[in-house]
């Protein structure tokens, strides 16, 4: 997690690539100790306010459409998902251009 949201590192993974676009900025942070990265895609896909910015985008080794989503306003459907999935979110800060976690899901 720590690792996608150092400003300077090698890009290597989709989210590097989007993170690093000019006024791309972190809002909410949501992680889960359970791996249901899939389960969850699928039950996002089914929002009506959910569009994919393109296919099978962090979703090369499964079958899912993608693993990332764009959300045509608010989040408020998609919050419920998560936290139905178990997803919490954590607190964090900005250091420099830095996303710090200052706690963590136990
Ligand atoms: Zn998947």
Not at 61 to 89: A, K, M, N, P, Q
């Amino acid at each position: 997690m720590a690792r996608h949201l150092r400003s300077e590192k090698k890009v290597r993974w989709h989210i590097d690539y989007i993170l690093a676009e000019p006024g791309i900025k972190v809002t909410k942070v949501w992680i889960n100790p359970v791996d249901c990265e899939c389960a969850t895609a699928e039950d996002v896909l089914q929002l009506p306010e959910i569009f994919l910015p393109g296919q099978r985008l962090g979703s090369s080794d499964c079958r899912c459409l993608s693993h990332f989503i764009g959300v045509d306003g608010e989040l408020v459907s998609l919050e419920g998902v998560l936290r139905r999935r178990g997803y919490e979110t954590l607190a964090w800060r900005r250091v420099g251009g830095d996303v710090e976690i200052l706690d963590e899901v136990g």
